[in-house]
């Protein structure tokens, strides 16, 4: 069965400090990834969504940045944290373009 | 691009009653409608999903109809349960691209009284 992981689970950086989130799947192969952030109370909104190696559509233009060095990973980098990225980051996989599955999360507080 | 509305953004039952939850979509294209579950600090877990070529779809206590015709779609949760408190959230996407980009609803936060 599929599994996906998501670390840390929670993380508490200082402005201006950089940032990385790792996302990686098990028991599939050529997933397609997503980057999701939720703010307090609110809904989810897409960040960057991936369909292989190496190729990374960004929704929304913001001080992140995300790659994908492998099938299976997914990573969410900051070079200089804002007050504003502060959030609920979650981590999804679909398979041939259908039903998403989300990771556990990673609560993200910017001091 | 597509909007999602969700109604209402609260809703409160006793246990054992059914509770409703109303989206609406935007773009016809869209052909796909899951609902997602989120317990506090968990990631959302599907619980139900339907295809517009499907008006109604079943599973225990769960139910979502469609009306492609009206633009919107429900979720029904019969013989509630305190286990069923989370945040209720709706998506639709259209057909196009090889990733599904899902546009959700705003959410649900559903609590059922003992």
């Known amino acids: 069965s599929q599994t996906i992981h998501q670390w840390p689970a929670t993380l508490v950086q200082p402005v201006g400090s950089p940032l990385s989130l790792e996302c990686t799947v098990e028991?599939?192969?050529?997933?397609?990834l997503y980057w999701y952030r939720q703010a307090a109370g609110r809904g989810l909104q897409l960040l960057f969504y991936s369909v292989g190696i190496g190729q990374i559509s960004s929704e929304v233009p913001q001080n992140l940045s995300a790659s994908r060095p492998q099938d299976r990973q997914f990573i969410l980098s900051s070079k200089k944290l804002l007050l504003s990225d502060s959030g609920f980051y979650l981590c999804?996989?679909?398979?041939?373009?259908?039903?998403?599955?989300f990771g556990p999360g990673t609560r993200l507080t910017v001091l | 691009g597509e909007n999602v509305e969700q109604h209402p953004s609260t809703l409160s039952v006793q246990e054992g009653d059914s509770a409703v939850i109303k989206c609406t979509y935007s773009?016809?294209?869209?052909?796909?409608f899951p609902w997602y579950k989120q317990e506090l600090g968990k990631g959302p877990q599907l619980i139900i999903d339907i295809r517009s070529n499907v008006g109604e779809k079943k599973d225990q206590r769960i139910a979502v109809t469609l009306n492609k015709t009206a633009k919107h779609f429900s979720l029904h949760i019969t013989e509630t349960q305190p286990e069923d408190s989370a945040v209720y959230f709706c998506a639709a996407t259209p057909s196009s691209g090889s990733a599904r980009q899902l546009t959700f609803g705003s959410g649900t936060q559903l609590t059922v009284l003992p």
């Open positions: 773009d016809s294209a869209s052909n796909y």
């Open positions: 999804a996989w679909s398979v041939g373009g259908d039903t998403q599955y």
């Open positions: 028991g599939t192969s050529n997933p397609n």
